[in-house]
């Protein structure tokens, strides 16, 4: 089978002057309705964080996190099926208007006073659903909207980081000054706005094949049993080796580093220099991911996946410093560069994925990648809370640090990286 490999795809690459505009109607409108429903999902790790830490502890705040991270991998492979059966944007207007309920719902509740712990996993649940049906098509969207995904992806991180500097620092404001009541209206409004932009997208003509729903957002399909669906979607992941290797190593990543991050450092962070600390902190990894971002609408590596495994390197100080106590400044500058390092990795792998998958498929193969790469996140959070019995949360963070320095150097993403990302 021919490898095309990431140095021919970049030498393929036109001269800047001649590519092609990136900011018409449609790019706008998709940028615009991702940026707005970034902000709201900024300021969710925070809520749960700070509000829901309060009432039920560590363990209530990993359990919420982990129902809504285990419900998104149960149901993302599906979610991946629909998007390409019945279209990408259609599915994405869905999850939102259904993210508009649960968050209004919670809303609601925290208004009133405080929610029961059932409620709080019931939406959680409720919404991490709507999430596995959302964020599938959201890779197969990018090349329907933009004639550069390389940087499209690039401005889309740029927006993520953004969210993650101003949403961590609001959530953190407004439960300080209100509660978190409103926190949650804030963020069902943001999936309002998001799902009425993505419903206003038209795709040209020549972004559907014959056949596809009109404005669909994906490369529909009718017909097929869904259990052929998923086995096709398997086939063409299980054929990519980089691409499974990348997710073994992501799944005990989310296990070791990803999952517990949050429960654990809002903890020591909040009860060392306060929420308000706690929130700024994740704002300054907001700062970093705009800078990685921007570095990565910049570079175009020839081997995209092996530069962006030697970024993750750098992800080690966010355990690390943490752990050691280290000073507000310290604190803010090591998480600044550890969201430059995962930027920067993100838009290396996000167009690594787009290039070099089938767009009939492609959602599919981004369900399977989610999949795993979030399971490792949802089995660590859940597993924060009863972990702290057995160690103090800054002897789980130190643990943290050497195993994602020993793996961030000797992954297969630059193994396989040697070759390209292809098909092996």
């Known amino acids: 089978m021919t490898t095309q490999t ?9 001269p800047t ?6 900011w018409d109607r449609r790019f706008t409108l998709y940028f615009t309705a991702r940026a707005v429903s970034l902000v709201g999902d900024a ?11 309060p009432l039920y502890g560590i363990s209530g705040v990993g359990t919420v996190l982990g129902v809504w991270t285990g419900t998104f991998v149960l149901l993302v492979l599906f979610g991946g099926v629909f998007a390409d059966r019945f279209g990408a944007r259609r599915m994405m207007v869905g999850a939102d208007l259904v993210r508009v309920l649960s968050q209004g719902v919670l809303a609601a509740a925290f208004f009133a006073g405080p929610p029961p712990f059932w409620l709080l996993v019931t939406m959680a649940a409720l919404a991490g659903a709507a999430v596995a ?22 401005t889309l991180k740029a927006a993520d980081a953004l969210a993650h500097l101003t949403g961590p620092a609001l959530a953190g404001l407004l439960i300080t000054l209100t509660n978190a009541g409103t926190v949650y209206a804030i963020d069902a409004g943001t999936f309002l706005l998001s799902a009425l932009c993505l419903a206003l997208i038209r795709l040209a003509p020549a972004a559907r094949p014959t056949g596809a729903p009109a404005g669909s957002g994906s490369p529909a399909r009718s017909g097929g ?16 080796t980089w691409m499974w290797a990348v997710i073994l190593i992501w799944m005990g990543y989310g296990v070791l580093f990803y999952g517990p991050l949050v429960p654990l450092s809002s903890a020591l962070i909040g009860a060392r220099l306060g929420p308000d600390a706690y929130g700024l902190a994740v704002s300054f990894l907001g700062v970093g991911t705009v800078l990685g971002g921007l570095l990565a609408l910049r570079l175009r590596p020839a081997r995209p996946l092996a530069a962006g495994a030697m970024a993750m390197v750098l992800c080690t100080v966010l355990p690390l410093c943490v752990a050691l106590g280290a000073g507000l400044p310290l604190l803010l500058a090591g998480h600044a560069l550890g969201g430059a390092a995962l930027a920067f990795w993100s838009v290396m792998w996000a167009t690594s994925v787009q290039t070099h998958t089938p767009p009939e498929v492609l959602n599919r193969v981004t369900a399977y990648e989610q999949a795993g790469s979030v399971s490792g996140i949802a089995l660590g959070q859940m597993l924060a809370g009863p972990a702290t019995a057995l160690a103090s949360p800054e002897r789980l963070l130190m643990a943290e640090f050497p195993r994602s320095a020993r793996h961030a150097g000797t992954t297969p993403k630059q193994r396989s990286a040697r070759n390209g990302a292809g098909h092996e």
């Open 43 to 53: 300021m969710m790790p925070v809520a749960a964080a700070l509000a829901v830490g």
């Open 17 to 22: 002057a001649a590519r092609p505009p990136l």
């Open 133 to 154: 049906m959302f964020l599938p098509g959201v890779n197969g969207m990018v090349p329907l909207v933009a004639r550069d995904p390389h940087r499209a992806n690039a």
């Open 225 to 240: 049993s869904l259990r052929r669906d998923l086995r096709q979607g398997w086939r063409e992941f299980r054929a990519r």
């Open 6 to 14: 990431h140095a021919d795809t970049a030498k393929a690459d036109p």
